[in-house]
């Protein structure tokens, strides 16, 4: 599921974060990251697991949807990924 479409910034003010991931089972499993997009600016990369948004733990892609919801853009929102057998903070400025 991508999580930040065009159609969702052009009809909506929720902010993207510029990610496809699929649910997995600690986390969620980053698939594509869109190129120019928040998430890749603020360095995530494809293989990342999606442990936490703002501190809070996600193991669904509706789940970071719902805390992305929350966001306005411009916002930061610290993402927590787990990458080569470290855990990272990114923050990640939504447009």
Do not use: C, W
Not at 10 to 18: E, I, Q, R
Not at 45 to 63: E, F, H, Q, R, S
Request: glycine share 10%; proline share 3%.
């Amino acid at each position: 599921m991508y999580t930040g479409t065009t159609s969702e910034v052009t009809n909506s003010d929720t902010p993207m974060l510029g990610i496809a991931a699929t649910d997995a089972s600690y986390g969620v499993t980053v698939e594509t990251v869109g190129e120019n997009t928040p998430a890749e600016k603020g360095g995530i990369k494809i293989g990342d697991l999606i442990i936490k948004i703002d501190g809070t733990p996600v193991n669904t892609v509706a789940k970071i949807n719902e805390l992305r919801q929350k966001h306005q853009k411009g916002d930061t929102m610290v993402v927590t990924v787990f990458r080569e057998g470290e855990t990272l903070d990114l923050n990640i400025v939504l447009k």
